[in-house]
C-alpha cells in the first residue's frame, strides 16, 4: 500500500516480530516506495540491514560488527585466532564453512553430504520443486542475498541483533547451536512476486507451494522495487500515513500482516476492489484473507523475489 509513517512507536514496537535486541538497532528513514519509519529506528543505514546482493557493510552498534579480540601470546600461551567477520559480498573457504554450518541448521534451502575427505552441496528438496529464482541464487562460497538472509534468520531466531553480518559473536552462536542440534524451528520459505497481469505471488515453503494468490504492486510513479531481498522487520498491524506523489495525505489504520523487505517497501494486507495490477505505492497488497495465511510462513529473512514484467 501506502507511504508508511509509523505513530505510536512503543505502542507499534511490542506488536513487531523481531527480537527484542532489535528495537535500537533496525532501520532508518526510508527514502521512497511506501514511507517512512520511527525515529527510533533510523539508527542505520538502510543498505545495512536489507542490503542487495554483493553489498557490504556492518551494523553500527551491533557486537558482529566490532572487530574479535586478539588472543594473547607469550610464553607458554597459545595463539587462538577468531574467525574472521564475514559481510556481504565476501567469498572464499571461510563462507563455505558458514554456509555449511547454516544448511546444517535448516537455514538454507541445500545441504552439505560428505564424500570421504569431501563432500558435495545437494538441494533439501527435489530440485524440480524448487523454484528457479532460488536456485539461481545459490553460490557455494560467495555471501550473496542468499546468505545473508539465513543469517538474517538465525539471528533473529537466536535473540541476537539482526545485521546480517556473521561477525564473532553469531559465529560462536552458530557453533553452539549446531552442538546442540537447535535446527530452525521455521522451516524455509521464498516468496516470488510477479508483475505480470495479472500480478501474482506465490509462496513456497519446504518444497512445495502453500500458496498463490493475485496481488497489486506500485503503480509506475511509486514501483515497487525489483530483485531480491530479506525480510527485516514485521507488524502484526500497523497504521500507515503519508504522501502520495501528487501531494495528497492519507492515513490507514490497522494494516494487518505487514512484513517489509525493502526501505519502506513490504508485504501486507489491504483490501481492495480487484487484484492482479499495479494499485499501491510500492508495497505488494494482498487480500486480507490471503495476508492471514502467509503470515505464519513470512519471518525475519524470508527472501522476497519482486519480478518485473517483461
Not at 532489535?22 to 519509519?37: K, R
Not at 529506528?41 to 558482529?64: F, I, W
Not at 557453533?175 to 530452525?184: G, L, S, V
Not at 494499485?279 to 505488494?284: A, K, M, N, P
Request: glycine share 10%; aromatic share 10%; hydrophobic share 40%.
Amino acid at each position: 500500500m501506502a507511504p508508511h509513517v509509523v505513530h505510536g512507536w512503543r505502542r507499534l514496537a511490542a506488536r513487531a516480530r523481531w527480537p527484542a535486541v532489535l528495537a535500537a538497532l533496525l532501520l532508518v528513514s526510508i527514502l521512497g516506495g511506501c514511507g517512512t519509519l520511527p525515529p527510533a529506528l533510523r539508527a542505520l543505514p538502510d543498505a545495512q540491514v536489507a542490503t542487495s546482493p554483493g553489498s557490504g557493510g556492518s551494523a553500527v552498534g551491533s557486537n558482529d560488527a566490532l572487530p574479535p579480540p586478539r588472543a594473547k601470546t607469550g610464553s607458554g600461551t597459545s595463539h587462538r585466532t577468531s574467525p574472521p567477520t564475514l559481510h556481504p559480498g565476501d567469498q572464499g573457504p571461510a563462507v563455505v564453512t558458514l554456509q555449511q554450518s547454516l544448511a546444517a541448521l535448516g537455514y538454507l534451502p541445500v545441504q552439505w553430504v560428505r564424500e570421504g575427505a569431501s563432500g558435495t552441496w545437494v538441494w533439501r528438496w527435489p530440485v524440480s520443486t524448487v523454484p528457479e529464482s532460488l536456485r539461481t541464487l545459490w553460490t557455494p562460497g560467495t555471501y550473496n542475498v542468499l546468505t545473508q538472509a539465513a543469517v538474517m534468520a538465525f539471528q533473529a531466531v537466536n535473540g541476537l541483533a539482526v545485521d546480517g553480518v556473521a561477525g564473532p559473536q553469531t559465529q560462536a552462536a552458530l557453533a553452539e547451536a549446531r552442538a546442540r542440534h537447535r535446527t530452525n524451528p521455521w522451516g524455509y520459505t521464498f516468496v516470488s512476486v510477479s508483475e505480470s497481469r495479472p500480478e501474482t505471488l506465490t509462496l513456497w515453503h519446504d518444497g512445495q507451494v502453500v500458496l498463490t494468490t493475485r496481488v497489486n504492486t506500485g503503480i509506475p510513479e511509486s514501483p515497487t522495487v525489483i530483485g531480491t531481498y530479506p525480510v527485516y522487520l514485521q507488524y502484526r498491524s500497523q497504521t500507515m500515513s503519508g504522501v502520495t506523489p501528487w501531494g495528497e495525505h492519507y492515513s490507514d489504520p490497522g494494516v494487518p500482516y505487514v512484513s517489509y523487505f525493502y526501505r519502506g517497501e513490504a508485504i501486507h494486507g489491504f483490501e481492495r476492489a480487484a487484484y492482479g495490477y499495479p494499485q499501491s505505492l510500492g508495497c505488494v497488497e494482498l487480500p486480507v484473507s490471503k495476508a492471514a495465511q502467509a503470515w505464519p510462513y513470512l519471518h525475519i529473512g524470508t527472501l522476497v523475489h519482486i519480478e518485473g514484467n517483461g
